[in-house]
């Protein structure tokens, strides 16, 4: 516990002297700086080659800093705050003034949260300010979710990586827009519309508009690994199978249930039928399957449903980023 204290401190210092360390939250690893400084931002840029225009989510120590980032807060931002943080929620709201255009990607909007994760919230504490944290990988790469896939990925360009074990959630916080109009959800997360529609009074919208905010995992192309993907619906993951095995390829099957048959050039994983075992596997399983040398993975598409919305996303997203 000492030395996960001392780590802490050093961390904390470490931002307020402009440099990047990487944090463990309950939904994957972030790469985070100093969200006052817009030249230890710039790092962050650098470090995943960001678009500069690309927006970043503030990760706070808790509710009481909302107003240090924000203006104009909606009731239904503190409620949802209350209901909700620490956890797996970002609320777009109007941008403070002295919020940096490095933050918001020259919005007038900003994204905000409190992570529940013991090592992240004892880190914010120290630093007792926002964080600037998108996730610890390069962009449009499948997220990370243990210290190790940040190492393997970003390497030297972290000045220090906070190990706390594997995210709990494992995909990426549910966005909810509230900066004008009906509360929208411009990225699906595991916090669904269902337990959000229950603390507003009324289901939230989904999706963008065309004057929405831009906000981080909203490019049609991400979480992709290197290895193409492929989203197959399971009735036809064994046709789809056979047919890259035949034109000589070797395959990769991350579904539910096997293809039906067995081939040496054919490598199956086994996929959660449960829709927050699946989120919480995702990402490590497509590193995996990433390090096998396959030419293409297969994925047997979710089951529709709100439970399932955020996962179909993700994989939607992953299968865009292989073409």
């Known amino acids: 516990m000492t030395v996960q204290l001392a780590n802490v401190a050093r961390a904390a ?6 440099e990047l360390v990487a944090f463990p939250t309950e939904t994957v690893y972030g790469l985070g700086a100093d969200a006052s400084n817009p030249l230890a931002i710039g790092k962050i840029f650098a470090a995943k080659g960001r ?17 240090r980032w924000a203006v104009d807060i909606p009731e239904a931002a503190i409620r949802l705050a209350a209901a909700f ?14 919020v940096p255009d490095a933050v918001t990607g020259g919005q007038d909007t900003v994204g905000l949260r409190v992570p ?9 504490r120290e630093f007792d300010g926002g964080v600037a944290a998108p996730s610890a990988n390069r962009f449009g790469h499948v997220s990370p979710t243990t210290a190790a ?3 393997e990925e970003l390497g030297d360009a972290v000045a220090m ?14 966005i909810l827009d509230l900066s004008g109009g009906e509360p929208r959800i411009l990225r699906p997360g595991m916090l669904d519309g269902t337990a959000i529609g229950a603390v507003l009074g009324h289901a939230p919208a989904f999706g963008g508009q065309q004057n929405a905010p831009r906000v981080s995992g909203s490019l049609e192309a991400h979480y992709a690994p290197r290895t193409p993907l492929q989203l197959v619906a399971a009735a036809a993951l064994a046709a789809a199978a056979r047919e890259a095995l035949g034109a000589g390829r070797r395959v990769a099957v991350l579904a539910a249930q096997p293809p039906g048959f067995s081939h040496g050039s054919l490598l199956y994983c086994p996929a959660s039928s449960d829709a ?3 989120a919480h596997d995702l990402y490590a399983r497509l590193r995996e399957l990433d390090a096998m040398g396959c030419d293409v993975i297969l994925v047997a598409a979710p089951p529709s449903g709100e439970g399932w919305r955020a996962v179909a996303d ?6 865009a980023g292989s073409k």
Do not use: Y
């Not at 210092?13 to 402009?18: D, E, S, V």
């Not at 943080?85 to 002295?98: A, C």
């Not at 993700?314 to 299968?319: Q, Y």
């Open 149 to 151: 896939h940040v190492r």
């Open 314 to 319: 993700r994989l939607r997203r992953a299968a």
């Open 51 to 67: 678009p500069a225009d690309h927006p970043l989510i503030v990760h706070l120590p808790d509710a009481s800093h909302l107003e």
């Open 116 to 124: 529940n994760h013991p090592l992240a919230l004892q880190l914010l």
């Open 161 to 174: 990586i906070l190990d706390g074990g594997p995210c709990a959630v494992g995909i990426e916080s549910t």
């Open 276 to 278: 927050a075992q699946f």
């Open 13 to 18: 210092a470490l931002l307020r002297a402009g």
């Open 85 to 98: 943080w620490p956890g797996p929620l970002t609320l777009i709201l109007k941008r403070h003034p002295s």
